[in-house]
């Protein structure tokens, strides 16, 4: 009986660390997807572009053919999908050749649900097609998110482990001779009585009562906290950054820690630009991205300058 005690409880604790952590990543990769937009595309479009720069890290753009305005050919004979520069599409590839630069110079396409309109041979990246980055180190966004989500769910399995010890029963050791002192104390304390009188031999029991695991769920909420500043931080999404309020930090600090949100963006924005302008450039379709979470800087209170100036002076 036990062992299957035992096995059941693991389960439940597999199935709520996965719960856990399906939630944390559904949370953080909902904020990124809300934290970069691109105007000019659709909203079906602009989504496939931040799930693949989330999952992959990168991503191709291309003209579809037959979609570009060819002069001389009446727009009756025009595709349906007609746009006025052609219509882009976005898929993933697989590089063949790299410059000296260890760029992809040539890649190839990956069809995507079996799409017919993805070219099949190669393409020459910067004449033929674009390709983009997320990030510097081209690698998905979702590898750092998931660094850091591993360890709030650690802290926050180290919380649930802590809830329940500190709802775990009184366990109270005694005899047959003390037993109905004992539950005579323990009724007192339930009564909310301050005071209690015992004799010598009753000592051990009212340190059973009164003993009992070290509260340190505000510890790792703190903890916990800081874990989720520092992920929102890299994201370059607005957070307090440390542990207090934004209220009780110097205008100074609050300006610091906004300059290091601003910092982390731009590692997401300037990449994205960069793709944006290579897109606008190269393939001739308008592209630009926005951030929608840029912190502004905090400005000085006149009544805090004025308190600190009387509180160096009587100094």
Known sequence: MSKLITKKREKSSTEVRM???????????NLFMNAYRFPELPREQSDYLLRKFWSL??????????????EGVPTTQMSANDYPNGMIAFVPYAPLIFSITDWPSVVSLIPVRGA???????????????????????????????????????????????????KA?????????????????FERLENDELSLYIGVDEIEALKSLIGGNTYIIDKLYIYKQGLENELLTYLGIDNVGGIEKKEHLMVDEVNANNDIINDSSDCF?????????????VLGFPLSVEATSSPVVAES????????EEEEKDE
Request: proline share 6%; charged share 30%; glycine share 4%.
């Open 19 to 29: 719960r856990t952590y399906q939630f944390y990543l559904n949370k953080y990769f």
């Open 57 to 70: 890290g990168t991503i191709s753009a291309f003209i579809v053919e037959g979609t570009k305005p060819i």
């Open 116 to 166: 017919t309109f993805i070219p099949t041979r190669p393409l020459k990246v910067g004449e033929e097609c674009v390709i983009g980055f997320a990030q510097r180190n081209k690698k998905p966004v979702f590898d750092m998110v998931d660094y850091y989500i591993e360890k709030i769910v650690d802290t926050e399995m180290t919380i649930r482990t802590q809830l329940f010890s500190h």
């Open 169 to 185: 029963p009184w366990l109270i050791s005694t005899t047959p001779e003390n037993e109905a002192k004992v539950k005579r104390l």
């Open 269 to 281: 924005l300037h990449p994205l630009q960069e793709f944006c302008e290579q897109v606008s450039k």
């Open 301 to 308: 209170n006149q009544e805090d300058e004025d308190d600190e």
